[in-house]
T-cell receptor, first 117, second 112 residues
Framework: NAGVTQTPKFQVLKTGQSMTLQCAQD?????MYWYRQDPGMGLRLIYY???????DKGEVPNGYNVSRLNKREFSLRLESAAPSQTSVYFC????????????????FGEGSWLTVV | GEDVEQSLFLSVREGDSSVINCTYT??????LYWYKQEPGAGLQLLTY?????DMKQDQRLTVLLNKKDKHLSLRIADTQTGDSAIYFC????????????FGTGTRLKVLA
């Protein structure tokens, strides 16, 4: 069971370089999310896509762009990487972003460790 | 504002009980969750509690919810070394569309 798959797992970038983090889910979920995790700050939402064809800003969107390519895939792009973007990035998905239910939990990928030097 | 707070560290001896605490701010949260993150891995759902419940028990895990004080706790009975991980609580917030607000995570260290 693949669940949520994100690539790459590790990446080192130079300041100013661009890169795209890829994410795919095979659970037929409608909603997908990108979070970043920093020490002592928990997870912060960067962008989310409530359904195919829509994207919305989260808590910390500056410096990022996203694309919901289709129902399965949601990519995160850093156009000009900065050292402040050194972090662990998590893609996640859930059935719906419009309602809560006991079965509507959020599932996470394994994480992508990004270092910007 | 939306905020979820947890203490950063907890250390217990193997076989003892662990209690991880969390406070949240949004009284309209319908579900509250506990996630576990092992080193180098993503977050995995441990358990959740619906807001109209006071307690939920699932094997070694007991979740207590005090809605009046907006306080959530996770008790792990007979803590094992495999329980060493970071534990996140999360509240769900509905403002247009809903979102999860995660706490800072509590790093649990189990001493043999």
């Amino acid at each position: 069971n693949a669940g949520v798959t994100q690539t790459p797992k590790f990446q080192v970038l130079k300041t100013g370089q661009s890169m795209t983090l890829q994410c795919a889910q095979d659970m037929n979920h409608n909603s997908m999310y990108w979070y970043r995790q920093d020490p002592g700050m928990g997870l912060r939402l960067i962008y989310y896509s409530a359904s195919e064809g829509t994207t919305d800003k989260g808590e910390v969107p500056n410096g990022y762009n996203v694309s919901r390519l289709n129902k399965r895939e949601f990519s995160l792009r850093l156009e000009s990487a900065a050292p402040s973007q050194t972090s662990v990035y998590f893609c996640a998905s859930s059935y719906s972003a419009q309602r809560f239910s006991s079965g509507n939990t959020i599932y996470f990928g394994e994480g992508s460790w990004l270092t910007v030097v | 504002g939306e905020d979820v707070e947890q203490s950063l560290f907890l250390s217990v001896r193997e076989g003892d009980s662990s209690v991880i605490n969390c406070t949240y701010t949004d009284s309209s949260s319908t579900y509250l969750y506990w996630y576990k993150q092992e080193p180098g891995a993503g977050l995995q759902l441990l358990t959740y509690i619906f807001s109209n419940m006071d307690m939920k028990q699932d094997q070694r895990l007991t979740v207590l919810l005090n809605k009046k004080d907006k306080h959530l706790s996770l008790r792990i009975a007979d803590t094992q070394t495999g329980d060493s991980a970071i534990y996140f609580c999360a509240e769900t917030v509905t403002s247009g569309t809903y979102k999860y607000i995660f706490g800072t995570g509590t790093r649990l260290k189990v001493l043999a």
